[in-house]
């Protein structure tokens, strides 16, 4: 099982607001994050995700799904196996507020493809990747999703 969950969070904003989650310390319980149903995106939705880049390709009408976020970004948690991996955002490329986590930028998810990036602005290299968990990328290999390109 692969999904991304929106959380009970509508922003960042309410997330910076709840110390125990530790947002800007990078340190996120996942656990204590409360994913919405149904998942925004599930295996049943992904034709392909291109590990290299980070970019998935869904079907018909996926897109449509997403919210339109304000600028503090809306977050989710990407979920393998029923593991909980990583929280990221989808964000929009009109913000000015900057951030460390994974995003979706909702500008550039079209209706069948989006990308998960590595931070916003830019990709922010001096952190470890939470994209490249074995846990989600074996998901994604069993599923028959998994993509290898360079």
């Known amino acids: 099982m692969f999904r991304i969950y929106l959380t009970q969070y509508p922003s960042f904003r309410e997330v910076q ?5 530790k947002y800007h310390n990078v340190t996120i319980d ?5 994913l919405v149903e149904p998942p925004l ?9 291109d ?16 919210p339109r976020p304000n600028s503090f970004g809306t977050p989710f948690v990407v979920v393998a196996n029923g593991q909980r991996c990583y929280l990221g955002g ?12 994974p995003i979706i930028d909702e500008m ?3 209706d069948d493809c989006f990308e998960i990036q590595l931070g916003y602005p830019g990709r922010w290299d001096t952190l470890q ?5 074995s846990r989600i990328y074996k998901t994604l290999k069993q599923l028959g999703k998994l993509k290898c390109t360079q």
């Open 17 to 21: 607001l709840k110390p125990e989650l």
């Open 30 to 34: 996942l656990d204590k994050v409360t």
């Open 41 to 49: 995106v599930s295996e049943r939705d992904i034709i392909e995700y």
């Open 51 to 66: 590990w290299s880049f980070h970019r998935v390709v869904v079907s018909k009408g996926v897109g449509d799904r997403f």
């Open 90 to 101: 989808i964000w929009t490329s009109v913000s000015s507020v900057g951030t460390h986590l």
């Open 108 to 110: 550039d998810a079209r």
């Open 129 to 133: 990747d939470p994209r490249e968990d």
